[in-house]
């Protein structure tokens, strides 16, 4: 069975001074290889006059696509402590970017490691992180009669929404985690005493809140 995967949701950015250096972390969703590094070269043409655009990337389910680079810094001081913070948050298809203006005064080894450290882990906690996990999409069709039913079903069940269409009776695109679609088509059918038709469709990975 697939597993779920935390991921970023959402691009977020942070800032904060550290010792007169400016650092800026930005956070994304990335899928594939050239997704990060297109995330990367984005930020470095964003920051042409940085000291430093140092990343960090895990892009793929399984958590083994990772790269980063410490960009001029001392080796291990920043590439690194920012992946280990990616895989403590237990993050994939995720990659961050810490920009460097530096401003003056040198923070050695130690200084920079918790730097990079601490900036990844607060943009992270700042940024939007959903669960994927395999859903399955469902087709539910009632009358009018039963639009109520469904919507109120629907509302107090952890699934999605996608869309509702409303012809000569009303259909709902619902995706459905699939670790619960058996009892959640069951609880459909029970609440709605079989007046509700459904039809199973593609599985695909999908976003959920934690």
Not at 17 to 41: D, L, N, P, Q, W
Not at 47 to 66: E, M, P, R, S, W
Not at 139 to 157: F, L, N, P
């Amino acid at each position: 069975m697939e597993k779920s995967v935390r991921t970023v949701y959402a691009p977020y950015e942070r800032e904060k001074i550290i010792e007169k250096s400016r650092f800026i972390t930005y956070t994304a969703h990335v899928e594939t290889e050239e997704e990060a590094r297109a995330f990367i070269a984005e930020i470095r043409k964003q920051h042409t006059l940085a000291t430093h655009v140092c990343y960090a990337f895990i892009a793929d389910k399984a958590g083994n696509l990772q790269r980063f680079s410490d960009d001029g810094e001392p080796q291990g001081t920043a590439g690194v402590p920012m992946l280990e913070v990616l895989k403590a948050k237990k993050l994939c298809e995720t990659a961050v970017a810490v920009v460097r203006y530096f401003g003056g005064i040198k923070l050695g080894a130690g200084g920079l490691v918790r730097a990079y450290s601490s900036c990844t882990a607060e943009c992270l906690d700042g940024a939007d992180i959903r669960v994927l996990e395999i859903c399955v999409e469902y087709e539910i069709t009632v009358d009018y009669t039963g639009i109520d039913g469904v919507q109120k079903y629907v509302s107090t069940h952890d699934c999605n929404l996608l869309s509702t269409d409303y012809n000569e009776n009303v259909c709902f695109r619902v995706a459905v985690k699939k670790t619960e679609e058996e009892a959640f088509v069951q609880g459909l059918v029970d609440y709605m005493q079989g007046k509700v038709r459904w039809a199973r469709g593609e599985e695909y990975y999908a976003p959920f809140k934690e």
